[in-house]
């Protein structure tokens, strides 16, 4: 039966976050890519399919009645010689991160333990930097404010690395709002990313409505990407999707390293996008862009034109619908 492999974990946000970053590079860990600074909640553990909606479920239950968390973090410290770790001691409101931590750690997420639950951020393991980080971050302290926590997956990324990615999101102390007390009630629930059986209601809605208007249910967008590297960096990347009904390709994200632009890159993904969106039977390619940024003279040179303009479509700026066909 097929399982995926998850965690809980509270991800630790900027600037903090970047700060523990830099400090995980500088005692030696070359991998800060694989997961994000964290303090874990539930270790990895193997949940079948079916039950991914359920752990979803226990994630937002536990977040509900968890009170937003202040912590500190710091100093550095180590589980050596049991296992040569070096991590960062968590204080501040230790209660509440238990009780948290004991909501979520129920099935399907519970699993066999060989230690005790000891709240830290790990910096680097099995490092002979063990003693001299300890050393040099003797005094190290960072007040965070933690406000949601995460259910994370095990994945590949495109080097076959095991890498670990948040599939959901439930905001700490998030208590439903009802409103039309005394007549038709309505309980309304802040969240982050939608859990798995609202997104699958949503999607048997979208089909019921597909086949209201049109008469069927109309085919699944085609997510497509390219990446750039150079020497094995990523230097590029864009992604989009092909509506396969009508044709047409949305190219939603576009990002060049700023060490390498004015070098063709940009141009070159493009180009590659465009010609894999091709091959999945679009016949044009859309995309938004600022209408005064810099953006917009760059695909123009692509060959793309102004479709419609859209007046103050974010953050109080104009942006135009730009076309291009294949």
Known sequence: MPRQRLGVALLIPPPVGTEVDALRKAVGDDDVDRIAPHITLVPPVNVR??????AIGVLHRAAASSPTLRLVLGPATTFAPISPTLHLAVDGDLDGLQALRDAVFVPPLARALTHPFVPHVTLVEESERVEAGVAALADYRADVVLDRVHLLREQRDDEGRRIWRPIAEAVL?????????????LELTPAG???GDVERWLVDRWNEFDVERYGEVLPIDVPISIVG???GRVVAACKGDVRTKTGEAYLSHLLVSS????EGVGAHVVAAWTSLAADHGATYVTLRTQADGRSRPFYERLGFT????????RNGE???QMRKDL
């Open 193 to 195: 990313a939608l859990p």
């Open 318 to 320: 104009d942006f135009v």
């Open 306 to 313: 102004v479709w419609y303009r859209m007046l103050e479509w």
């Open 259 to 262: 060490d390498v632009r004015n």
């Open 49 to 54: 399919e079916e039950d991914v909606s359920s």
């Open 229 to 231: 590297r150079r020497d």
């Open 173 to 185: 102390d998030a208590k439903p709002a009802v409103v039309g007390r005394g007549g038709l009630e």
